[in-house]
């Protein structure tokens, strides 16, 4: 239909400025956020004269959704601002179609495919910038294996075990495989953000969205905990007088928008048959 054409175009040309901005300033502009819910509720209802009312409450279904969602992601300090109202314009693009059939999924498969591109983008940005500051990186590894070595020394002999019994079955050897890459994997995210993502950063440069590395203790007390910082907690810091705070850099996720929707767009497919060979 013309209203799925004209919702795709409005969709790709927001998520290609937001993920410009994100990579440049690490900020989504509330105004593209916003305007994108209204673009696509507004869409719907000029639509919903000619095409019939469901088209409007596809919309509304998957705005309420996914504004419940962001919500969450918010709240739970996963996602900031930006990200958050972001979501809630791709529930309302892309709905919840009633009455309910297969395509009333779609909201599922981009959120699957936003958690695949998202690690694997997430990944391959964590690796980039801890190889440009591996002169943090390699001491603060060092440090943590030398933190774990009974752990290092169990793997090491449940590694002999699985190898031993692998020669008789073959899937052993590969969970033998996925358990080391994955522990190692997980020593290399942690070191990664404890010494490549954390800046010191001027109060009067703070803007709203900023994560806090630390808990802010002023005589004491804890006057802000480690969060996204709001306008008030801003305001907070300049009334305490202090100067500096620790900063945890977080990685431009808005591509990972751009990169599940095409996703999504060329291969309709995909997630389904990804689902059906896991569970199937």
Known sequence: MLVEFILATITLVVLAI?????????????????????AAIGVRTIYSFQEGWTILLSGLLGLAVFYLLALLFYYTNQWGGGDSKLLMGMGAALGITYPFAESSFTLLWFLLALLLAGGAYGLLWLTVVAFKRRYCLLPEMRIMLGKYKKAHLGIGFASFF???????????????????????????????????????????HLTEGDWLAEDIVVHGKKIIKKKTLLQEDISKLHKHNISSVLIKEGIPFVPSFLLAYLILLFGKDLMPMVIGRIFG
């Open 162 to 204: 699985l190898l031993g019994t692998g020669i008789f079955i073959n899937s052993l050897l590969l969970i033998l495989v996925f358990i080391i890459a994955l522990y190692y994997l997980l020593m290399f995210l942690i070191a990664a953000q404890n010494c490549c993502f954390i800046e010191e950063k001027e109060t009067k």
């Open 18 to 38: 937001a993920s410009y901005t994100d990579l440049r300033t690490k900020e989504v502009p509330d105004w593209l956020s916003y305007g994108f819910v209204f």
